[in-house]
């Protein structure tokens, strides 16, 4: 369960709108969608899914991505590997079938008239996904709970992918003892903890989650981090580094260029600035409605246009790395950790939540399996500075 399972089938041909348009029921409509993934209807694959009530075919087709998301919590469907299913629907691009929708439309013009991730909504996520419980997040992760993108080159075990992630950080921004670290949106503190270790670094870190502010102090008791409960938006002073581990996807593509010019006034001439995002293949202004409304409320994925606009006049980009499969092999361990652990939480959680975790987490899987996502390390400096090893690592 720990590996993902990557398809080696042709890539699907768009469906032809005319067997769409024959379609006279919602039943018909999936069936004949699903089909094109290579996807049968309560059929005996891995991949397959069994409907367990009829409302679910009319439920998607009218609500779309949340109605899949909603119906399966509802235990209206099941999937033996989700992963694997969602893997395929992914690669079809199915989504375009099921944007006709009001929700899809409302969903839309809400993002665009409205700045989701404005500075009263900037704590929304915290509460919502982050305090979820320090004890749910201690199982599923590693020992360090790093909760991004491992790093596998080379690695065998979560333990040893996520020590690989941090450490490749600090060369990249050429980390050295004394040298002063702003870690805008830090988690609990995961890299302030081992840069300050490892590298005798001192790390000022940012969060939205009290949960993750007070476990994170404790965990970094007695070294020469300060982790406190700020939006990135408000931090001050100047630091060798400013560096982001998982933050941009929570910025918003109406703040991209406030994210960056925070970075730009908080970092010092010859520093060097470091983002780790999720991204995405095309520029977009919304998320999927099913993740904005149960996991990262207000969440967006960028695009490299999106990035390249906002750092435009402020940074030279110096390297852009991207191993988005890892994110694959990362939440497929993850998941493997959860389901393991799951007993001693079901009491305090619940079932309903249980199915969202794991659709959260599998749906995730194949998101960066089929190259829907991607995961970026991107490394900048300031104009006229001498060029970092960065690109040589």
């Known amino acids: 369960m720990g590996k993902s399972t990557v398809s080696t089938r042709r890539e699907p ?69 989700i992963d694997q299913f969602l893997d395929r629907v992914f690669r079809a691009d199915m989504s375009q079938y099921f944007r006709g929708n009001w929700k899809f ?65 600090c060369r990249k921004i050429e980390l050295e003892p004394g040298l002063t670290v702003l870690d805008l949106g830090c988690g609990w503190g995961s890299f302030a903890r081992y840069a300050a270790e490892k590298y005798g670094a001192r790390v000022t870190g940012v969060t939205v989650s009290k949960e993750q502010v007070e476990l994170g102090n404790r965990m970094c008791k007695d070294l020469p981090v300060e982790i406190r409960l700020e939006d990135y938006r408000n931090v001050s002073g100047k630091y060798d580094r400013v560096i982001s581990i998982g933050i941009m996807e929570h910025v918003g593509y109406k703040n991209h260029r406030n994210y960056m010019e925070t970075v730009n006034r908080c970092l010092k001439d010859d520093g060097i600035a470091f983002v780790h995002t999720i991204g995405s293949n095309r520029s977009i202004t919304i998320s999927n409605p099913w993740t904005t409304k149960y996991i990262f409320p207000n969440g967006m994925l960028p695009s490299i246009a999106q990035i390249g606009t906002a750092m435009e006049d402020l940074f030279v980009m110096e390297d852009w790395h991207n191993f988005g499969p890892d994110y694959d092999r990362t939440l497929m361990a993850w998941y493997a950790n959860f389901e393991k652990s799951w007993p001693e939480h079901r009491e305090k959680y619940g079932d309903r939540f249980y199915r969202m975790w794991k659709f959260y987490l599998l749906s995730s899987a194949a998101m960066f399996r089929s190259r829907t996502a991607q995961l970026w390390q991107i490394t900048m400096t300031k104009p006229g500075r001498r060029q970092p090893a960065c690109r040589n690592i």
Not at 55 to 73: C, I, K, N, Q
Not at 147 to 169: I, N, R, S
Request: proline share 2%; with cysteine.
């Open 13 to 81: 041909r768009p469906i032809p709108r005319s067997a769409l348009l024959r379609a006279t029921t919602s039943k018909e409509y999936m069936k004949e969608a699903l089909n094109h993934a290579g996807i049968t209807i309560n059929g005996n694959r891995p991949y397959d899914i069994r409907v367990h009530n009829d409302d679910f075919y009319d439920r998607v087709v009218r609500e779309g991505e949340l109605g899949a998301g909603e119906s399966y919590m509802d235990g209206w469907w099941d999937c033996a590997a």
């Open 105 to 169: 439309y409302l969903h839309t013009l809400k993002s665009r008239m409205l700045n989701l991730q404005a500075n009263e909504r900037a704590y929304t996520v915290g509460e919502q996904h982050y305090d979820v419980g320090n004890d749910l997040y201690r199982d599923m992760l590693d020992k360090r709970m790093v909760y991004t993108c491992g790093y596998w080159d080379g690695a065998e075990t979560l333990d040893q992918a996520q020590e690989a992630k941090l450490d490749l950080v």
